[in-house]
């Protein structure tokens, strides 16, 4: 199935659980992008769309880089002996209460709906109820123990792929119950890891960016452990999501657990579990555990030699990620001292098998960019391949608009043409206008535009 399909089919997730990891998704809210007229724009009208004063824009002339990341490697190896100690390690620094109960099931007047299947107005003890129940119960923690009735009594799909996803991990976190269970019930600690790892990935699944925060931090550090097995990963989180959604019965979310761990491999699972557990803490105590976590260190060198990035910086400072999971690519705004070997503009050679990712000098403001490039020349202006304007600034970030890699000179003329190209509808867009259909697209789908209408107007061959 196509990524942009399945994304589609997952707008929903934005919904994702607001019970016990409710602190996690403002720390992941995501932002998003489109195509724009703002470059013609006076210069006045330009900086009160994008305000900022002059000492800001010179403080941030040259502080940051765009970098395209490179998924051409394969993931870093975890064996399960290194997994349970990190875990348990995890679980001793981890800030929570270290036993908590399980919430009763609902009470017999209460009625569960199950939103994608056939027992609409079914009594709490459907089938998908009373399986549930019982596998809290064998867990030795009767109840709702995977806290799925915390927002109402519903089993709705948000429900559903958690309760897949804790069934998917679930025996990873088993395999150190003995030396876990004197600091925290190993039932509360998959509740929490599940909550925290769904919380993610029904982010990651769709083609938006990730603010600052703990989304940004969990991507560099998945980027570096599994590489091109990121892609795997998302693949089969969505094909978990659309199968859980439409389970009527517990032995299909079994089945899609199942299938969605096999899938993956026991390596990626022991990866997302353990940074899934990190992150229970936060952004900070992601960022700080990060090194710590097995295995970093090749991680260091893969993301040096793939990447060009120091890895604990980029984890610990990233401004902002730009992941497009249909497009296949990553896009990040570091901090340059963040970078550890790649020449601004530039593409690297391949080094230890891998593509070194490009990066590129970006900005705050229209108004730094200019002032660190000059000017276009005479009859020049320069253009934004995507468009400057507030919307995408909000989705994307200034810097992922300012930046070498999308600002470059056009012949004023040329420049004034593909300005009107925009503002025009077109048979092939449904009669919409370019820019106004531009803005619900993607950040790489924007792009790929951007860069067709170059070589419309001639401008690159």
Known sequence: MPMHRAAESLQETRRWPRRSAAFLVLLMLGVSCASDMSAELPEQALEQQYPGTEAEAEANTEERVLVVLSTNFPATRISQEQFTKALVNLVKDMPLPEKGASRPLPDTG???????????????????????????AQRGTPGD?????????????????AISLALAIGPALDAANAEIRAMISPTRLLTLVSLSITGYMALLVVPEPFSKGVAAVATVLLWGYLGWELWDLI??????????AQATRFDQLREAGNRFASTI???????????????VGGTLSLASKAPKLPGFGQVARTAEASGGVRASTAAASAERIILSASEGSIRAILP????AMS???????????????????AFKSFRALKRAMGSAGEGKSWHHIIEQHAGNAKRFG????????NVIKVETEVHTQISAFYSSGRPELGGMVVREWLRTQSYEQQRA???????????IP
């Open 398 to 405: 200034a810097e992922a608009l300012h930046n070498t890699e």
């Open 343 to 361: 020449s601004e503009g530039s593409q690297a050679t391949a080094r230890a098998g891998a593509l070194v990712s490009k990066t590129y000098r």
């Open 449 to 459: 535009y951007g860069l067709k209408v170059l070589r419309r107007f001639g401008v």
């Open 265 to 279: 491999g026991p390596n990626s699972v022991r990866i997302i579990v353990l940074v899934g557990t990190a992150a």
């Open 235 to 244: 693949r089969a989180y969505v094909r978990l999501s659309e199968e859980s």
């Open 110 to 136: 209460r009625r569960i709906v199950l939103t994608s299947g056939s027992a609409t107005g079914a009594a709490w003890q459907t089938p998908l109820a009373q399986d549930y129940g019982r596998l809290c």
């Open 336 to 339: 340059r001292n963040a970078m």
């Open 145 to 161: 123990c995977l806290d799925r009735f915390g927002d109402g009594p519903e089993l709705d799909n948000d429900d559903k792929r």
